[in-house]
């Protein structure tokens, strides 16, 4: 069973449109991530969720927002989306023993 | 900035020999991890180090932690080709709930 799953896997839009990508975790985890990942592999964390309780990077613009509709699920809302914005995004949780993060397979997001 | 840095950015390196990285960061911090990425792959956890541990060993990987120095290493023994992918070092502060990842080693391990 996929610990960390995301969808869609590739996601290619224009300029100005509104989207969405889904993330679920069955791990039971309180602890859920969005990261950013661009060209060069630099990895940015966006934001944090922990029982409700949202931190984001102050960097990231307020176009992106994270919705959680259950400890479950993390979902990213990003509107009127740029040029800029293409990368790949990974969803993450966090917790166990060990407190590791489990990465989800990622979504490279395109915008023309 | 609190995000880390690793050096080298590359590392291109013959099976069987050692490989080494060494990550910088510049918080306090309360554990440090290390993860590979494959190419076009997620992020898989390889070992966690404690801010009170020195060193750490799994299989043929070996985590230092220099706290003093805000750094650490890891070392990869015998390296295989399979071992080619990047990895990154990601730091776990006291405060909140955000870990930081350095910028990244592309390691190629040539057959």
């Known amino acids: 069973d996929t610990a960390v799953s995301q969808t869609p896997k590739y996601l290619v839009t224009q300029m100005g449109n509104d989207k969405s990508i889904k993330c679920e975790q069955n791990l039971g985890h309180d602890t859920m991530y969005w990261y950013k990942q661009d060209s060069k592999k630099f990895l940015k964390i966006m934001f944090s969720?922990?029982?409700?309780?949202?931190?984001i990077n102050e960097t990231v613009p307020n176009r992106f927002s994270p919705k959680s509709p259950d400890k479950a699920h993390l979902n990213l809302h990003i509107n009127s989306l740029e040029l800029g914005d293409s990368a790949v995004y990974f969803c993450a949780s966090r917790g166990g023993e060990r407190n590791e993060q489990f990465f989800g397979p990622g979504t490279r997001l395109t915008v023309l | 900035s609190q995000q880390g840095e690793e050096d080298p950015q590359a590392l291109s390196i013959q099976e069987g020999e050692n490989a080494t990285m060494n990550c910088s960061y510049k918080t306090s911090i309360n554990n440090l991890q290390w993860y590979r990425q494959n190419s076009g792959r997620g992020l898989v956890h390889l070992i966690l180090?404690?801010?009170?541990?020195r060193e750490k060993h799994s299989g043929r990987l070996r985590v230092t932690l220099d706290t003093s120095k805000k750094s650490s290493s890891l070392l990869i023994t015998a390296s295989r080709a399979a071992d080619t992918a990047s990895y990154f070092c990601?730091?776990?502060?006291?405060?909140?709930?955000?870990?930081?990842f350095g910028t990244g080693t592309s390691l190629t391990v040539i057959p």
């Open positions: 990601a730091t776990d502060a006291f405060a909140g709930n955000q870990f930081y």
């Open positions: 969720y922990n029982n409700k309780e949202l931190i």
């Open positions: 180090i404690r801010s009170n541990e």
